[in-house]
């Protein structure tokens, strides 16, 4: 290290021959190109020139401190410290410049800060005394180090072993040093970014098919990529007077079509120019190539340099030629586009070209709109660099704003947006869309929305839209209704949070998985469950998967009906059914009991009067008494069969012997049956499989048949006849898991009308006459069937009359399905 010098010596004096010595070095060091291209020698000459003005100006400690481009930050870059001073650890990396405003203010605008005293600063300068007194300055001097207006860091220069000032020549030779560093810095700043432009370009060139060549107008020079160099037959990718050395090669045949494409678009009569020719190689042979370019870079009206493509179309050109009427038709198809195009300047925001749909869009002429500003275009004024402000480098912004026609009509515009460098210069390029049909087919939608959703709002069932998480996405009224929950409420839950009882159960989830999977198109079943206020509810629920254009299942519907009324209806409409059959039974009763009655007073008055002296009864009045138990029997059995019947037992499935059932109801009509005359037939095998049911409620049925084929037959015979007859008959079909029963009521009695035989079935509609039924009989059966998972039909003899066949699935396999 270099011998220190004494600082109060150096005061006052102009700077020494070795001073200018120094700065003339400083000069020569920086001067040539390689040492500034190259990082680590840019490097090794700031910390050598650092090192020199240290040792020159008897400093204690010296640091290059560079600010960056926006002057915000600074970053210590380069230290020197003499051999008995403490370096301390490097401040300032990162550290925000406006943390010293002191400073700040003056060395942006070019100005050498002399602190001769650190502890002397002004109480704005706080946070510079700080940092100072942390490195243990007692005099510090910093020099700013400008380049084009730019400042690109400082020089700092530290006392530590004493207060000191410096000259006024120190400080003007070490700001000539410090602009020289500064040229230099930038020099290279700039130097790194060509390279990097270059290296782009060379990567936008190799990634290319076709080869690129680079005509400067000026020097008439022709720079070509090595495809392009390859293509032409050379060697070298530079040609000197490119233009004339081509055209020597083009085939004569060629050459005027050439030119006229050429001359064409350099006096701006056409966009670009584009042309096939063939040209010859060094090996002999013609090759036939298209060339295309465009004028990039303008002077003016003049052009600079014009940009290109050439492609060997020789083996495709029967293809080329195709492909040249398809860029035909394409570009006839682009000038038709809507959108309006403009090139925007980034500095002043004024429109450099526009395309021929802006004068559709707007009703301005082209060349009335180049020169205007893109933001005067807007109702209100919206500079595009605020509205744009997340656009960085090749970075895409989308808005939409409302733009004027020239007759101040508000146009509503859509505005994509992107920075690009355009000859010389950075630009904009915004594609702007009239939005106004957009708008409107949204509003309609919108408007569409709205009524599909009062539609489905005003839907009495519960409809439910579950995503593909599962998770509620639309609830009408209905349902919130159901579940006692607003509808924003409802949206985002899953099944689960809401009805957990059904949701978790097996099957439901299971189908829920097939349903989502694809695997079903549909499920339609009916579920018990409890709502909130745990009432139990009967609910039949419709689900749907929704699919997209590409048939994936986005979503599930689920549309839910509330039989919970319905279900009560039903069985009040059972019960009135079989309160009118026990009604007619009870008609029948009074005189099936008149009979035992009259036989027992009867009985009993023959006893009465066969008692012997003594009190007791001869053998003759024994047998007497055994007719009095008979008939009591009797009596006691027809009512039980009555009460049974007419007692509302539990709706509990259980198997039922087929037998058993038809006999307990014979049991109620058989006397009926004879009194009409009617002959009964009942054919029932004993080992008939038993079927799972609610036992009273197949006997409803029963009763409904069996009272409608008694009037039949009294319709059709009146009086006792041969054909009065009426069968029960029942049978097994298939075996082993699909067992069933086949159960048939068959009477040859009047028969069913063809003009009613789509009526029968009806509620409350009867061929009877008034007092005679009440039109519930074959709605109520049949429906009491159908809940039996079993079916009931009607069929017309040949011979006349009404056949009832109705299936029931055996008990085996009911019992698995029943919940």
């Known amino acids: 290290m270099s011998t220190q010098h004494d600082p109060a010596q150096r005061r006052n004096i102009v700077p020494s021959p070795c001073f200018a010595t120094f700065i003339a070095a400083v000069a020569r060091r920086f001067a040539g190109p390689a040492p500034s291209e190259d990082a680590s020698g840019l490097n090794h000459l700031l910390n050598v020139t650092l090192r020199d003005a240290c040792d020159f100006l008897g400093a204690d400690r010296g640091r290059i401190i560079l600010v960056d481009e926006a002057g915000d930050t600074l970053a210590a870059s380069h230290l020197w410290t003499a051999n008995d001073v403490q370096p301390k650890a490097r401040e300032l990396q990162d550290m925000p410049f406006g943390y010293f405003p002191w400073v700040r203010e003056q060395l942006l605008a070019s100005q050498t800060v002399e602190i001769p005293d650190v502890s002397a600063l002004p109480q704005e300068a706080e946070a510079e005394r700080t940092i100072c007194a942390k490195r243990s300055a007692q005099s510090v001097l910093l020099v700013p180090m400008i380049c084009r207006d730019r400042c690109m860091g400082f020089l700092e220069f530290d006392s530590v072993r004493g207060k000191r000032r410096w000259t006024r020549g120190e400080k003007e030779q070490l700001t000539t040093a410090a602009e020289i560093m500064a040229a230099a810095l930038m020099r290279h700043e700039e130097l790194t970014r060509l390279r990097a432009n270059e290296e782009r370009l060379r990567l936008t060139m190799e990634a290319t098919t076709d080869g690129v060549w680079d005509y400067d107008t000026k020097t008439r020079d022709i720079i070509l990529s090595d495809k392009a160099a390859a293509l032409l037959g050379l060697d070298s990718t530079s040609i000197k007077n490119g233009v004339y050395f081509l055209l020597e090669r083009i085939h004569p045949d060629d050459i005027q079509s050439i030119q006229d494409q050429f001359h064409a678009h350099m006096t701006n009569q056409q966009p670009r120019f584009e042309g096939v020719c ?15 370019g465009m004028i990039v870079s303008w002077r003016g009206r003049q052009p600079l340099r014009i940009l290109g493509t050439i492609e060997d179309v020789g083996r495709l050109r029967e293809a080329e030629l195709n492909r040249m009427e398809t860029e035909k038709k394409y570009r006839q198809l682009f000038e038709m586009e809507t959108d309006a195009i403009f090139v925007i300047d980034d500095a002043d925001g004024t429109i450099l070209e526009a395309n021929a749909a802006t004068e559709d869009m707007y009703g301005y002429s082209r060349q009335y709109l180049l020169g205007m500003p893109f933001e005067s275009l807007a109702t209100r004024p919206a500079p ?11 970075g895409r912004a989308m808005l939409q704003l ?16 992107r920075r690009i460098p355009w000859q010389g210069r950075s630009v904009r390029i915004a594609a702007v869309r009239d939005i106004s049909d957009r708008l409107r087919a949204q509003e309609a939608i919108d408007r569409q929305r709205r009524f599909l959703k009062t539609v489905i709002d005003a839907e009495p069932s519960m409809i439910l839209v579950r995503d ?30 809401l009805l957990p009882s059904l949701y978790y159960s097996e099957p439901f989830s299971n189908e829920d998985d097939l349903l989502y999977s694809g695997q079903l198109d549909q499920v339609d079943n009916e579920y018990k469950v409890k709502d909130r206020s745990d009432n139990q509810r009967w609910l039949r629920i419709i689900r749907r998967p929704l699919r997209d254009a590409d048939d994936n299942v986005t979503a599930l519907l689920s549309v839910g009906i509330d039989l919970t009324e319905a279900k009560q209806l039903k069985a009040e ?26 036989g027992i007073i009867n009985y009993a008055q023959v006893l009465i009067d066969m008692l012997e002296d003594d009190g007791t009864v001869t053998d003759s009045g024994n047998q007497f008494l055994g ?56 054919d029932i095998p004993a080992n008939l499989p038993a079927v799972h049911c609610v036992h009273w409620e197949f006997q409803q049925v029963l009763l409904n048949l069996i009272s409608n084929a008694r009037f039949a037959l009294n319709e059709r015979y009146p009086k006792p006849h041969p054909d009065k007859r009426l069968f029960i008959t029942a049978r097994q079909e298939n075996a082993g898991a699909d067992r069933k029963v086949i159960i048939m009521v068959e009477d040859h009695g009047t028969g069913i009308d063809p003009a009613h035989i789509n009526d029968v079935f009806d509620p409350f509609f ?13 709605s109520i059966s049949r429906s009491i069937i159908l809940d039996h998972d079993g079916t009931l039909a009607l069929e017309q003899p040949e011979g006349g009359g009404t056949r009832v066949r109705i299936t029931l699935p055996a008990a085996e396999k009911c019992a698995e399905n029943d919940s």
């Open 278 to 292: 063939r040209i010859a190689v060094p090996s002999g042979e013609w090759r036939h190539v298209c060339v295309r």
């Open 384 to 394: 595009i660099s605020e509205e744009s402000d997340n656009l960085h480098g090749e």
């Open 402 to 417: 409302a733009h004027k026609h020239c007759d101040g009509t508000t146009i509503p515009v859509e505005i994509s947006m």
């Open 468 to 497: 593909r998480s599962r998770r509620v996405m639309l609830a009408n009224v209905a349902t919130c209704q159901f579940y006692d929950r607003s509808e924003e409420q409802l949206l985002g839950r899953t099944g689960r949070e």
């Open 573 to 598: 409409l059972v019960r009135t059914g079989q309160l009118a059959s026990l009604g007619e039974i009870a008609a029948g009763l009074a005189h099936e009991i008149t009979n035992p009655v009259n």
């Open 627 to 682: 007719k009095i138990i008979t008939e009591g029997e009797r009596i006691a059995h027809l009512a039980h069969g009555v009460l049974g019947f007419a007692r509302n037992y539990s709706n509990t499935r259980m198997p039922c012997a087929m037998d058993t059932m038809v006999g307990s109801v014979l049991d109620l009509v058989d006397s009926r049956l004879i009194r009409d005359g009617i002959k009964l037939t009942v």
């Open 766 to 778: 009867t061929t009877k006459p008034v007092g005679e039924g009440t039109g519930l009989g074959l």
